[in-house]
């Protein structure tokens, strides 16, 4: 038997990784982000020791504030976690300095320069630079070009450039947003957040597909028939009305996200385990994918907006009743549709996408449903056979299942589908980690596997512009139909499925 191969790059990849020292340099370190998800991220990586002992983290705002009131502020937002790991937070808190700035204003961001050299000295973070753009989406381009500006983005192997969803509002904005952005540093600078691709159960189905031998042989339109990808929460719009106006459910979440998902599910192997590399399948797979009815695509997507709903003892407000809603909204919190993917592997397959703010579960979950048996032999307990489903859990019952038939007990031969099932938490043992936690760490140690590429943001716009236009010049073609609040959407969307003979999976 032939000795198997070593991958020397793999290898390179297992080791252990170490962030160099260097300073984390957050803009909006007064906002919600910050003190709710970079903090405890930070905080956690700490206590992980994952952190060097030469670190320093300097939060960036207008407010005048003082390293002691960052402190004071970012203790208060983590006090019950606090609680459990003072002496850690006492040790933590002693990297979290302040410098007010404002971004518009290039003397601050000049200002900010010695500022860094201070704390250089003062921390041995020896001039690297993670500059976290966790600022409104209007300073992405302003941001990176005020830092280019100050100098602070000239050395590539030293300084990098984190920004936030939403990059961009549309294919045009995104370019444009990447021109600017480019123009400031080089790509490899730049890492383009989306907080899903943080999540294990999201990298894990790299691993599922380039893993495991038996996957690839029937993961192709021979095999699979169609697949869903579901994003579903059970939360409103709650205090994010003012953001949520003007985005919607298609921009906030099947723009990345599902996109994302998308991509991972159907991309080609990488020659190696390489970031480019991986980056180059989902920017292929992205531009071979489209929308299932180009010439008419308001007959591919459903939009909705949930309407009140919930029980007598505790009623739920509909959207267009939520504070700081336009009770005349059309923004859409759902939205279903189906697309194609137009290459070798997928061709002639639908995927179904489908995302939506107060549905009766929170899961994300992507359902890869394959061809049935070419004949039946035996009667299905339910009376119609079901097809084999692979399901991979992204969250909260983190995972993967596999539907297949067995024989149902008794004296005849009837199927019967039954479920094997992985749990991360049984297998594992602990919870994973926060997506903000792998991804912070990934972006101090320069290692852009898991952002998002520029090809590959303005490959899931073009996906979606003639939805957006249709928006935008004849909204009356793509309707929003009501929902009750903790139903699972209009019944539009079932209607998507229906003319192809399929039904959303209802978990
Ligand atoms: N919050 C979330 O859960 C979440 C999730 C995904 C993505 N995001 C993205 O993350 C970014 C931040 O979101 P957020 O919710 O934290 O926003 P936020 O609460 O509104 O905070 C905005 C921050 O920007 C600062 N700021 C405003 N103008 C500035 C200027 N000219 N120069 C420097 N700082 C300025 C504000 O502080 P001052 O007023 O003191 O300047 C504040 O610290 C956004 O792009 C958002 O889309 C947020």
Redesign the pocket.
């Known amino acids: 038997m032939p000795a198997q191969q070593t991958n020397p790059l793999r290898v390179g990849l297992r080791q252990e990784r170490v962030i160099s020292p260097q300073c984390l340099v957050i803009?909006?370190?007064?906002?919600?982000?910050?003190h709710?998800?970079l903090i405890p991220a930070l905080f956690e990586l700490f206590r992980q020791r994952r952190l060097p002992s030469e670190f320093a983290i300097l939060g960036?705002?207008?407010?005048p504030w003082s390293d002691e009131d960052f402190r004071a502020r970012m203790a208060e937002a983590m006090a019950s976690e606090i609680q459990q790991h003072q002496s850690a937070w006492e040790q933590f808190s002693g990297c979290l300095f302040y410098e007010p700035?404002?971004?518009?204003k290039d003397e601050d961001v000049v200002k900010l320069g010695s500022r860094l050299e201070t704390l250089d000295r003062l921390k041995a973070t020896r001039g690297n630079r993670t500059f976290y753009l966790?600022?409104?989406?209007a300073?992405y381009g302003s941001g990176c070009r005020a830092l280019a500006n100050a100098g602070l983005l000239q050395d590539p192997s030293r300084s990098r450039v984190v920004i936030?969803?939403?990059f961009g509002t549309d294919y045009s904005s995104a370019q444009s947003l990447n021109r600017v952005v480019q123009s400031c540093g080089q790509e490899s600078q730049i890492f383009r957040i989306d907080?899903y691709l943080g999540k294990e159960t999201v990298q894990n189905i790299l691993v599922l597909r380039f893993a495991n031998a038996i996957f690839e042989p029937i993961w192709n339109r021979n095999y699979i028939s169609s697949v869903q990808i579901t994003a579903a929460e059970t939360v409103g719009v709650e205090e994010r009305a003012g953001?949520y106006e003007t985005s919607g459910a298609l921009r906030d979440m099947v723009q990345n996200h599902l996109t994302q998902m998308l991509a991972l599910t159907t991309m080609e192997a990488p020659g190696r385990f390489d970031p480019e590399a991986i980056r180059n399948e989902k920017a292929k797979v992205l531009q071979a994918a489209r929308l299932a009815y180009e010439d008419e695509p308001w007959k591919c997507c459903v939009r909705g907006q949930y309407s009140r709903g919930g029980s007598p003892a505790s009623p739920l407000a509909g959207y267009r009743q939520e504070p700081g809603v336009n009770p005349e909204s059309t923004t859409e919190t759902y939205v279903a549709m189906k697309l194609f993917i137009d290459n070798w592997r997928w061709q002639g397959v639908p995927f179904y996408l489908r995302t939506g703010k107060r549905l009766p579960k929170r899961l994300s979950e992507v359902v890869l449903t394959f061809r049935k048996a070419p004949v039946q032999l035996f009667d299905a307990a339910g009376g119609t056979p079901t097809a084999n489903q692979l399901v991979l859990r992204i969250q909260p019952d983190e995972g993967a299942g596999f539907v297949f038939d067995v024989k149902a007990p008794g004296s005849g031969m009837r199927s019967r589908p039954v479920d094997m099932h992985f749990s991360y938490d049984e297998s594992f043992g602990e919870p994973s980690d926060e997506g903000y936690v792998r991804l912070l760490a990934d972006a101090m140690l320069g290692d852009p596997t898991l952002f998002t590429r520029s090809d590959e943001v303005e490959a899931a716009w073009r996906l979606y512009t003639p939805l957006l236009e249709l928006i935008e010049d004849a909204p009356a073609r793509l309707p929003v139909y009501p929902y009750e609040a903790r139903t699972w959407g209009p019944a539009a969307s079932d209607s998507l499925l229906a003319e192809d003979g399929l039904m959303w999976r209802r978990p």
């Open positions: 803009f909006g370190a007064s906002g919600d982000l910050t709710r998800k960036c705002a207008r407010r700035v404002d971004l518009q966790s600022v409104s989406p300073f936030e969803k939403p907080h953001y």
